[in-house]
């Protein structure tokens, strides 16, 4: 690994890998390094619970230049994803000869200011070692900050509180009364799943609002809308929502079973948490009563945030409460044009990740002098 560069893509997921793929497109193979703090590849695929297959995710899109099926010489729509993706995006760093640099942790990314004035940026890694470089594109996902909302009483419940990012399965909720909380496709697919494959389980559900099920058919125009809303939200300097949580959920055959059996039986949020369990419309000494709910396991599914520590040092945040972006699909940070933020509001699902990095590559070359095209 060189101590000076002129790119540092941060993060070797989807969004990083697609950026690699097309720096190379535009000569800039050399001049980048690529670096990840995961111990193999896959980004946040490789972390994902054993139940989730390919085919219950939303859609895994393939990389750009080598798809999934042609790397693994297979059809793996039955595998789980947390096998099946970090085994492609492995085959698809050998193929293009994409060198990334993990474990490798960046703790932070400074302006750096030498004599002569502006000289770009440091990033500070785990090991203390530093990099220099002109350019950032940083794509370090969500994965690494689940969200909780703070809800009054969440520290007095005795029972176990988990979130998404920690479920490993339903069998350990076998016997229990478990409050799933959250209204995304997560939280939908992992109520059916445990409300049916955990023997003796109880399954509550409650959501901020309730989620409506498209029984149409998925339309990409109603999709596109949903990203522009998001893409809008960024250039304003808002917080971004989830993408995946604006397209809307399907009315899947899944989901109409389980609506028949009584499992998607949705409540409105809790307004408090006691020792014991939730309860609605109580003050602080909640009593029992119809609006209270005894529960073992109160189980998150409430979304991420984006993994952006390592660029606090640089202040990017805005009044909005958000990072204002610019450019190509709203790939650039408007205060700072040399950094480029992947996976960030409307490129944060496989195919936005995809575009993006190609936007990134193209701006960086720009920045770079470097003409041509990808
Ligand atoms: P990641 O895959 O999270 O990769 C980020 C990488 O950055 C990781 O490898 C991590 O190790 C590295 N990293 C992070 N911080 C640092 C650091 N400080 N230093 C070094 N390395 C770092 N989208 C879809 O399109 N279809 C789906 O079906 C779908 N399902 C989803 C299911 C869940 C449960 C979730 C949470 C998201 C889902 N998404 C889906 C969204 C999707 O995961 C992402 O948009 C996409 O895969 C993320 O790619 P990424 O490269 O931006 O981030």
Redesign the pocket.
């Known amino acids: 690994m060189r101590d000076d560069c002129d790119v540092v893509v941060?993060?070797?997921?989807?969004?990083?890998?697609?950026a690699a793929y097309f720096l190379q497109r535009f000569s800039l193979g050399d001049r980048y390094q690529l670096?990840?703090?995961?111990r193999g590849?896959?980004?946040?695929?490789?972390f994902?619970?054993p139940t989730?297959t390919?085919a219950a995710?939303?859609?895994?899109?393939d990389l750009p230049g080598y798809g999934l099926v042609e790397a693994l010489g297979r059809d793996c729509e039955t595998f789980p994803?947390a096998t099946a993706?970090p085994e492609y995006f492995g085959k698809y760093e050998q193929r293009f000869g994409l060198r990334v640099y993990?474990?490798?942790?960046?703790?932070a990314v400074e302006h750096l200011y030498t004599e002569s004035g502006d000289g770009g940026f440091v990033v500070s890694?785990?090991d203390r070692r530093t990099i220099t470089t002109r350019t950032i594109i940083n794509?370090?996902?969500?994965?690494?900050r689940p969200f909780i909302p703070h809800v009054p009483g969440i520290g007095d419940f005795r029972g176990r509180q988990l979130h998404?990012?920690d479920y490993v399965g339903p069998e350990e909720f076998a016997g229990k009364r478990v409050l799933v909380v959250g209204a995304g496709?997560?939280a939908i697919q992992l109520l059916i799943e445990i409300s049916r494959r955990a023997p003796g389980v109880q399954t509550f559900w409650c959501s901020r609002t309730e989620p409506t099920f498209d029984p149409t058919p998925f339309d990409p125009d109603k999709g596109r809308r949903a990203v522009a809303r998001v893409e809008e939200r960024v250039r304003a300097g808002l917080p971004p929502t989830?993408?995946?949580s604006v397209t809307g959920l399907a009315l899947t055959p899944a989901i109409r079973a389980a609506q028949d059996d009584g499992i998607l039986t949705w409540r409105p949020m809790f307004t408090r948490i006691t020792e014991t369990g939730v309860c609605w419309d109580c003050e602080v000494d909640a009593t029992s009563g119809e609006d209270t709910l005894d529960v073992d396991v109160i189980f998150w599914n409430t979304?991420?945030r984006s993994?952006l520590?390592?660029l606090a040092p640089l202040h990017l945040r805005g009044p909005g409460g958000g990072i204002t972006m610019t450019g190509r699909l709203a790939t650039t940070v408007a205060a700072e044009p040399r950094i480029q933020l992947?996976?960030?509001g409307p490129?944060?699902?496989?195919?936005?990740?995809n575009r993006a990095g190609r936007a990134a590559a193209r701006n960086v070359a720009e920045l770079l002098g470097v003409r041509g095209t990808a």
């Open positions: 941060i993060g070797g997921g989807q969004a990083g890998l697609s670096l990840d703090h995961a590849p896959g980004g946040a695929w490789q994902r619970w989730l390919l995710a939303n859609r895994v899109h994803a993706v993990r474990p490798v942790d960046v703790r890694l785990g794509a370090t996902g969500t994965w690494e998404t990012h496709i997560s989830s993408v995946v979304g991420f993994a520590d390592h992947l996976g960030y490129s944060a699902s496989t195919i936005g990740a």
